[in-house]
Nanobody, 126 residues
């Protein structure tokens, strides 16, 4: 059964770093774009970053560009989100999602996603 499991969330101080992981199973991982979203209490879900099937293409939301880096290891069916210079406004539940995609080097955050993980909490203190 298709599944995505996020891990690595926790509490970090302003300016600190954290690495999130998204582990996939039950589907052909290297045929899918993987995207991170986040949602803070009372706010709409926000797209954070996407990475192409091959790992060669990526996009970042304006609020995280220059601070976050997305990578993937297709041999391990895992995507990583490296978060640096964290700010209190980064506090949210972070979700990964997958959408099947025929273009190996392309990704877009604006897509209808096939699978979603359960989320992992990130809290940044000031």
């Amino acid at each position: 059964q298709p599944q995505l499991v996020e891990s690595g969330g926790g509490l970090v101080q302003l300016g600190g770093s954290l690495r999130l992981s998204c582990a996939a199973s039950g589907f052909a991982f290297d045929y899918y774009i993987i995207t991170w979203f986040r949602q803070a209490p009372g706010k709409e879900r926000e797209g954070v970053s996407c990475i192409s099937n091959s790992g060669k293409g990526s996009r970042y939301g304006a609020s995280v560009k220059g601070r976050f880096t997305l990578s993937r290891d297709n041999a391990k069916n895992t995507v990583y989100l490296e978060m640096n210079n964290l700010k209190p406004e980064d506090t949210a539940v972070y979700y990964c999602a997958a959408v099947r995609n025929p273009f190996p080097d392309f990704c877009t955050i604006d897509a209808r996603y096939d699978y979603w993980g359960q989320g992992t909490q990130v809290t940044v203190s000031s």
